[in-house]
């Protein structure tokens, strides 16, 4: 598979601004995820990469081809990329034989590039049935194995899960990602999706209003958002305000830890839900506990801390009808006040 390299992208529809001046590398072998709210241009950046808009400046390249740049535009079907759109657009009249085959010259039909395919995305027995006789997410890997056929150094995926319902998506979209891994393809998925971008990327690119503002791993994008919406866009986040002075802040939850190069003096401290527990009466905040709702693995907590109301994950096996005491496990990220 080959490294694909997005420098200084930008496309604009009429007076509208889509994409800013996109930056993006793609290691080989690494899946990679755009995540972003819709509108912000993930799938315009996948659309000019697989060719089928054109930029409007900027340089695009996959190992050492320059598909986009100054006088150079190759054409989709000369790119030699693998596209699974959303709904998977298979073609009805067609088996899933003829469906993974189709685009597939004489030479890679004999090859047997088809039946290879389909062995590998779990499809041999289904050859000869049509996309109605099959299911959603037998579709999606019949989808996928079309876009694996022709041996493509890049694999696109444009929210293909989001047809299915959530269940079935999230087994789907496991079962995908192990099928990229196994063929050692490198590929792009897009999704609104942060517990899909993390369960399935190397690397997540958050994307807002055309550009990527956080490019990194999920763990490190989930623990050290650049800013408070990343922070949002990546989980629930709870948010206070505090005086930060050597390593620690003091907030409404009390003094917490720092992670390393937190601005001094006034800031935002940001948190996640389950970095909050219940502590020893002497060793926490009180609070008060106005409504529980029992979510199976956690419980979520709303509690009252002066004016101010907080919902928690908290542990769904423990009592929360009386005052609690809580306490911050770990350091929290800060952000200045500006």
């Known amino acids: 598979m080959s490294l694909l390299r997005v420098e200084a992208l930008r496309k604009s529809h009429g007076d509208h601004t889509v994409l800013k001046g996109v930056d993006l590398t793609v290691e080989p072998g690494l899946v990679v995820a755009l995540l972003g709210a819709s509108g912000c241009g993930k799938t ?16 695009i390249t996959l190992g050492d081809r320059v598909l ?16 699974v759109p959303q709904e998977g657009t298979l073609f009805p009249h067609l088996s899933v034989a003829a469906n993974v085959a189709f685009g597939l010259t004489r030479a890679e ?16 027995g289904l050859e000869h049935r049509y996309p109605h006789q099959i299911s959603g997410g037998q579709q999606q890997r019949t989808a996928l194995a079309r876009a694996l056929a022709p041996a493509p150094g890049l694999i696109l995926l444009d929210e293909p899960f989001n047809a299915l319902e959530l269940g079935l998506r999230r087994s789907v979209c496991a079962d995908v990602v192990a099928l990229l891994r196994t063929s050692a393809a490198t590929a792009i998925l897009v999704t609104h999706d942060p517990e899909e971008a993390f369960a399935s990327a190397d690397l997540v690119a958050v994307m807002r209003q055309g550009s990527i503002v956080q490019c990194a791993a999920p763990t490190v994008l989930y623990r050290h958002p650049i800013d408070v919406e990343v922070a949002r866009l990546t ?13 620690t802040a003091t907030t409404m939850l009390g003094t917490v830890a720092l992670q390393p190069g937190a601005p001094s003096g006034p800031i935002r401290v940001m948190l996640r839900p389950e970095q909050v527990t219940l502590g020893p009466a002497d060793h926490g905040v009180a609070v008060r506990p106005l409504s529980s709702v029992f979510r199976g693995d956690h419980a ?21 009808a009386d005052t609690l005491a809580l306490r911050v496990n770990g350091a929290c990220m800060a952000f200045a006040l500006t």
Do not use: W
């Open 300 to 320: 979520l907590v709303t509690v009252a801390i002066g004016d101010t109301t907080l919902d928690l994950r908290l542990n769904p096996f423990d009592d929360y």
């Open 235 to 247: 989980g629930q986040a709870i948010l206070l305000d505090g005086t930060a002075r050597d390593g």
């Open 44 to 59: 315009t950046l996948l659309r000019l990469i697989a060719g089928f808009e054109t930029a409007d400046s900027g340089r």
């Open 109 to 124: 039909r004999r090859a047997g590039r088809a039946d290879e395919a389909m062995r590998l995305t779990g499809l041999a």
């Open 68 to 83: 986009h740049g100054p006088g150079i535009h190759v054409p989709a079907e000369r790119r030699r990329i693998g596209y």
